[in-house]
């Protein structure tokens, strides 16, 4: 089975929070697409929206939005994602992940889309320590 790493970024408060996908919340990462929505139920997060925004494997290398395969290529940049010109006019051949997320990803960047009824930060807040019972 597979594990993800889940960086889950809320625009409303500016924050971003650390989720590790397995079993069937990773499995509805699988096939999808940079830019695509998913149900934030799969991660335990009631009615909300969550949508993809980047991604990278075992060894650091970017997803590109651009790139509409499933593997890794060797791609001529100009810039964007993997690749930052320091002259301009500067290209460089770089290797760069496709778009659609397979169990070859180790991390998957994630917006908040739509919000559900609960904030996020109550769903990471700390477990409050039980007060022990007085005798």
């Known amino acids: 089975m597979v594990d993800f790493k889940v960086v889950l970024s809320d625009p409303a408060t500016?924050?971003?929070?650390?989720?590790?996908?397995?079993?069937?919340g990773a499995g509805s990462f699988i096939g999808k697409r940079?830019?695509?929505?998913?149900d934030g139920a799969a991660?335990?997060?009631?009615?909300?929206k969550i949508r993809i925004t980047?991604?990278?494997?075992?060894?650091?290398?970017?997803?590109r939005k651009t790139l509409q395969i499933a593997g890794r290529r060797k791609v001529l940049m100009a810039g964007g994602v993997g690749f930052h010109p320091r002259v301009d006019g500067e290209?460089?051949?770089?290797?760069?992940?496709?778009?659609?997320i397979?169990?070859?990803f180790v991390q998957i960047n994630?917006?908040?889309a739509t919000q559900g009824s609960k904030t996020l930060a109550e769903y990471f807040a700390p477990a409050e320590p039980e007060a022990p019972a007085a005798e």
């Open 102 to 104: 397979t169990q070859d």
């Open 34 to 38: 940079i830019g695509e929505e998913i």
């Open 91 to 100: 290209r460089r051949r770089k290797m760069v992940r496709g778009a659609e």
């Open 14 to 24: 500016g924050k971003a929070y650390n989720i590790d996908a397995s079993g069937a």
């Open 110 to 112: 994630a917006i908040v």
């Open 54 to 63: 980047g991604a990278s494997d075992r060894n650091g290398t970017p997803a």
């Open 43 to 48: 991660l335990g997060f009631d009615g909300y």
